[in-house]
């Protein structure tokens, strides 16, 4: 199964703080997602990103959320002004070529 | 707009065999996915259906109607590992390939 790690696992901030949420896919895709999913709810589209472009964003991915991938590599989504409701768990997920997507293990992020 | 409906819960007995449905109304739609995701962890694939059918794999199987916006995952030969929650989410055509989750029914294998 192919992998992708997320740093760090954990991520406390107090509230108006900026976050910068890392993955790092083991092989080269060009599709990349960012999801999100608040505690006790379903698993929410962020946005993705192909070919080093945002493909697609949804409602939720509005003016305070930025994602890169700075080095060709590691792949980031930035929240510049973190507001107690961004709390959740933040996954990245990469697909293959036969369209399944898999997740990496996620970040926590608390915001207090 | 997309709207994905599954059971919120279901209990079955380690040994037996569950079904979980879904059903779907989507904008596009180009598959259906099944994932188990345990209790703060991440989503992990098990299943992907684009064309009407049964998918078998190991004792998972995967079946999808198209036509009636419908898909069930089944599961046999419970194992107590099993107890998980299990997503059904859709990838619409329309996007960038992106998936829409349904909120997961949450199973519960007892002894």
């Known amino acids: 199964e192919p992998e992708v790690t997320q740093t760090p696992s954990h991520q406390v901030t107090q509230m108006g703080q900026e976050v910068i949420l890392r993955c790092v896919p083991i092989?080269?895709?060009?599709?990349f997602y960012w999801y999100r999913q608040i505690l006790g709810q379903k698993v929410e589209f962020l946005v993705s990103f192909y070919n080093n472009e945002i493909s697609e964003k949804s409602e939720i991915f509005d003016d305070q959320f930025s994602v890169e991938r700075p080095d060709g590599s590691n792949f980031t989504l930035k929240i510049r002004s973190t507001k107690l409701e961004d709390s959740a768990m933040y996954f990245c997920?990469?697909?293959?070529?036969?369209?399944?997507?898999?997740f990496g293990p996620g970040t926590r992020l608390t915001v207090t | 707009g997309q709207n994905i409906d599954q059971p919120t819960e279901m209990t079955a007995t380690e040994g037996a065999i569950v079904q979980i449905n879904c059903t779907y109304q989507t904008s596009g739609f180009n598959g259906l996915f099944w994932y188990q995701q345990h209790a703060g962890e991440a989503p992990t694939f098990l299943s992907y259906n684009v064309l009407d059918g049964l998918e078998e794999k190991g004792r998972f199987s995967s079946f999808l109607s198209r036509s009636k916006g419908y898909s069930y995952l089944l599961l046999k030969e419970l194992q107590m590992k099993d107890s998980a929650s299990y997503l059904c989410?859709?990838?619409?055509?329309?996007?960038?390939?992106?998936?829409?989750f349904g909120t997961g029914t949450r199973l519960t294998v007892i002894p």
């Open positions: 989410a859709v990838r619409d055509w329309a996007g960038a390939n992106n998936l829409f």
């Open positions: 997920a990469k697909q293959q070529g036969s369209g399944e997507q898999y």
């Open positions: 092989s080269n895709h060009l599709y």
